[in-house]
């Protein structure tokens, strides 16, 4: 399984965009990447996945790096919503999923 | 509303007791899976279910049994439980042609 080197923290000031990086060096070719994000005291919910381009949703792009070995997750417009935990995951094609410790995002009013 | 039911929400044990946790889905997915998560933590794979009749072993099984009852429900039963099994667990399902999970609310346990 690839493993996944993301920053502890950060932080944003609301209505800002934000851009959280992760590295995946080891993944492999057919793996795609997942984001989750996990509010407090709930379940991570899915936010965006992609395998090579770059990908966009009503959530946030994913911007995927042409070697793969890294990605970043963008939120446009930060609000206080959008403070939690976010994961980034290689998913290979067993669907099995394994976390890391992910980025803790604090949004500022 | 459609999505991964996870029942009881809190549960206190005394230390060698049994439990089972229930989860159940109602989005016909073929995958379940069972997370628990520490403080401060990520999430840690226990057992997960690729399709109805299988069970495979995830990062920490030990301590743990399951049970795919049918396509709907995947149960997580502690047999003895031990303070180290304190966590919150995370019960998940996918459908591998749309390629996200979702995740149930968690049920809380505290053994003491």
């Known amino acids: 399984d690839a493993k996944t080197t993301q920053p502890n923290s950060m932080e944003s000031n609301e209505e800002e965009p934000v851009h959280l990086p992760c590295n995946h060096s080891?993944?492999?070719?057919?793996?795609?990447i997942h984001w989750y994000r996990q509010l407090p005291s709930q379940g991570p919910e899915y936010v965006i996945h992609g395998l090579t381009s770059n990908v966009n949703n009503r959530m946030a792009s994913l911007a995927i790096a042409e070697d793969r070995k890294s990605s970043t997750l963008i939120l446009h417009r930060a609000t206080l919503r959008d403070a939690a935990v976010y994961y980034c995951?290689?998913?290979?094609?067993?669907?099995?999923?394994?976390f890391g410790t992910g980025t803790r995002l604090k949004v500022l009013a | 509303n459609a999505g991964v039911t996870q029942t009881p929400k809190f549960q206190v044990l005394k230390t060698g007791q049994s439990m089972t946790l229930q989860c159940a889905q109602d989005m016909n997915h073929n995958s379940m899976y069972w997370y628990r998560q520490d403080p401060g933590m990520g999430l840690r794979l226990i057992y997960y279910?690729?399709?109805?009749?299988?069970?495979d072993k995830g990062e920490v099984p030990n301590g743990y049994n399951v049970s795919r009852l049918n396509k709907r429900e995947f149960s997580l039963r502690l047999e003895s439980a031990a303070p180290s099994q304190t966590s919150v667990y995370f019960c998940?399902?996918?459908?591998?042609?749309?390629?996200?999970?979702?995740f149930g609310s968690g049920t809380r346990l505290t053994v003491v």
């Open positions: 080891t993944i492999s070719g057919t793996d795609y």
């Open positions: 995951i290689p998913v290979s094609g067993t669907y099995k999923y394994i």
């Open positions: 279910s690729a399709s109805e009749g299988t069970t």
């Open positions: 998940a399902s996918s459908d591998r042609d749309r390629g996200f999970y979702t």
